[in-house]
C-alpha cells in the first residue's frame, strides 16, 4: 500500500481502528462503537497484503457470538462470513477500490485534456438528456452519472454529441476521496474516451485537494480495465450489508 499516498492509507486505516477481538496475518476482527451509520459491517481486503479487515458494530458482535463463532474452532474469514449470515446479515456484492498511485500524480496533472473533453455546465443539460436517452438502464444504473454531481466531466463527438461522460462527488464525511463514476455509449467504446474522461475528472480532484476514487464491481470487467487503462490500481475491495439486512442504507452510487 506504500504506493498510494498517505491520505488514502490513513483513510482506510481510521474505520478498523478499535478494539481488537482477533488478529493474524489473513483476518482481523475488530469492534467500533461508532461506525458510521450506514453500515454495520464494513470488511476491507487490502491488495497489497491480502488481508481481511473486518469492523462491526457492538451488536453485531453479539450476533457472532450467538451463532458460536468465538466458541469453537479458529476464527477464519469464512467464519465470520458464515456467522454473519446465520446471524442475519448479508454483505452487499464487494466494490473493488482504484486510486491513483503517487508516482502517477505528476503525469495526470501535467497532462491536458483530450480534445472534445470538457467540465459539463448546466447548459449541457439537454446535451446530457439526449446521452441518457441512447444508454442502456442497466449501464445507467451501474455508472450513477449525473450533470447535477459536484462536478461532471463529458467527451464531446465530431457530431457535437456526448459519447461519453462521468461525474464525480466528495465521498463521506470529512471528504478526502472524490468518487468516480463514468459511462462511454457502446458504439463509442474502444476509442479511449472513457479514459480522457476519468484523467480530466482525476484531474479536477487532485486540483481541489482530492484523491480520486474509482469503485467498481469485481465482475465488471469493462470497468476493471477503464481503471487500468486510465492509470488507477487496485487498493482492495470493500464489503457493507445490503441495505435490507443494515439498519440504514449503503453509499453506493
Known amino acids: 500500500m506504500s504506493h498510494f499516498p498517505d491520505s488514502i492509507v490513513t483513510t482506510w486505516r481510521k474505520p478498523f481502528l478499535g478494539d481488537t477481538i482477533h488478529r493474524d496475518s489473513s483476518v482481523s476482527l475488530v469492534v467500533i462503537p461508532r461506525l458510521d451509520e450506514d453500515r454495520s459491517v464494513t470488511v476491507l481486503r487490502t491488495a497489497a497484503d491480502s488481508h481481511t479487515a473486518i469492523a462491526v458494530l457492538p451488536d453485531v458482535v453479539d450476533r457472532l457470538e450467538s451463532t458460536g463463532l468465538f466458541r469453537s474452532g479458529p476464527i477464519t474469514e469464512a467464519r465470520v462470513r458464515e456467522a454473519l449470515v446465520a446471524g442475519g446479515i448479508t454483505l452487499h456484492g464487494a466494490d473493488n ?126 470497468s476493471v480495465a477503464l481503471a487500468a487503462a486510465s492509470g488507477l490500481a487496485l487498493f482492495g475491495t470493500w464489503e457493507v450489508p445490503t441495505p435490507e439486512d443494515d439498519p440504514a442504507e449503503d453509499d453506493s452510487r
Open 97 to 222: 477500490l482504484y486510486y491513483l498511485p503517487a508516482a502517477l500524480r505528476a503525469g495526470v496533472t501535467s497532462e491536458r485534456d483530450r480534445e472534445g473533453v470538457r467540465l459539463l455546465s448546466p447548459a449541457d443539460t439537454e446535451a446530457f438528456g439526449e446521452f441518457e436517452s441512447r444508454a442502456t438502464e442497466q449501464d445507467l444504473d451501474d455508472a450513477q452519472v449525473g450533470i447535477d454531481d459536484w462536478a461532471a466531466f463529458g467527451a464531446f463527438g465530431p457530431d457535437g454529441r456526448l459519447s461519453s461522460a462521468g461525474s464525480m462527488y466528495p465521498w463521506g464525511e470529512g471528504a478526502v476521496f472524490a468518487d468516480i463514476g463514468v459511462l462511454t455509449l457502446a458504439e463509442a467504446r474502444g476509442q479511449g474516451q472513457g479514459r480522457a474522461v476519468v484523467r480530466a475528472m482525476m484531474r479536477h480532484a487532485l486540483s481541489r485537494g482530492l484523491e480520486p476514487q474509482y469503485r467498481c464491481q469485481l465482475d465488471n470487467v469493462a
